[in-house]
């Protein structure tokens, strides 16, 4: 089942994404940007292009059966992200922004993940790191900005740009990954499988992130559920929000 309204999804997420930015700082009000979740660069409406966080060559593999039920954006969960070229340390990466290193650097981990059969699959750190940045994109795209802004978004989307090794101010309990078998077909019963990839479970200073039959958790300075003042300037600490604007890789 193909993609459809895509123009109309981009315009969709672009409004929600800086309705959430907005009322976590106010400064975005006065301009059109919005922030890439993973570089943290403000940027235009065109210099974003839709993501499929579990990559199209990742669903490709997915049973025909699989296919025909359930749309490929379903199966996918999508989010924005930049398309702009990066410059790291004044070096021009070639590509087009976040977009093309998720894709550079993760794609075909997230693809092999997939489909592997973990009996014999011996997994290693790329493997790893494409899902906990897969994690990282999916929690931004449940709980909005307050994710990446948080000091343990920043480690995360500095994680994003390290892709062959855990970072040292990664919990060692992130960097474990527990996988079972994963399902072969489908069936009415287990359409949640197939449909919302990702089911996150947050617990104070961390968050479990389940995808189809593979489970990781996730660093977080802050429970995202918590409510949090956007409008009072004096709360207790707990309910105000500090956002860390630093680029990822300065
Ligand atoms: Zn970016």
Redesign the pocket.
Known sequence: MNMIDLPDLKAKLWHQMRHDLKSLVPWFADNDLLL?P??C?PLRFDEFSLEHIIPQQALACDPLDVRDAVPRNERSGMTL??RKPLVIKGRKIPGH??NSWKGKFYDASLRDLIRADFQRKQLNSRHQIALFSAGYLALFRQFGYQIALLPSGLLMRNQFFHPNSFLRDVPLSCQVVLAGERLRSYEEGNREYWSEPFKITVDGASAFIVLRNMVLNLPLSRDPKLPLARALPYVPSKYAFRPDLRTAFE
């Open positions: 890439c993973a570089c660069r992200m930049c922004g976040c």
